[in-house]
């Protein structure tokens, strides 16, 4: 009697986890007259988000917060943006003020580069001879 409590217990618990391990995606007729219960229950590989295509934004510092690592930047036609800075980027804040002129590369609204344009009147170093 023994026996058959602890075989019906095992087999209960079996089908308890196969069936948590196949809520989640519910299977097709297909898919369950086609596939034997093993390879239904294993869960498939997730695919990984396509990286967001990093840009650049050129335009003038409005204001910078190296606490928040945040960057706000108004671009040509006058429209601010802020940036939370991350890597690189975050040492580069605090060597920049408002009214910088700077090129932002970021990948949604997350800079990853921040480059300081050159003064307008600024001299190239001469050449050493």
Do not use: C, F, R
Not at 67 to 94: F, H, N, P, R
Request: glycine share 4%; charged share 20%.
């Amino acid at each position: 009697m023994k026996k058959v409590i602890l075989a019906l217990a095992v087999a209960v618990a079996t089908a308890a986890a196969a069936n948590a391990q196949t809520a989640a995606k519910p299977a097709t007729a297909k898919q369950t007259a086609s596939k034997p219960a093993a390879d239904q229950a294993k869960p498939k590989a997730e695919k990984p988000a396509a990286a967001a295509k990093a840009t650049a934004t050129k335009g003038e510092v409005v204001s910078t917060d190296a606490t928040a690592k945040t960057i706000t930047v108004k671009d040509a036609s006058g429209q601010s943006m802020t940036y939370t800075a991350s890597g690189a980027a975050v040492a580069e804040l605090a060597k920049l003020s408002a009214g910088d002129h700077v090129t932002v590369t970021h990948s949604d609204m997350t800079a990853t580069k921040i480059v300081k344009a050159k003064a307008a009147g600024a001299k190239k170093a001469p050449k050493s001879k």
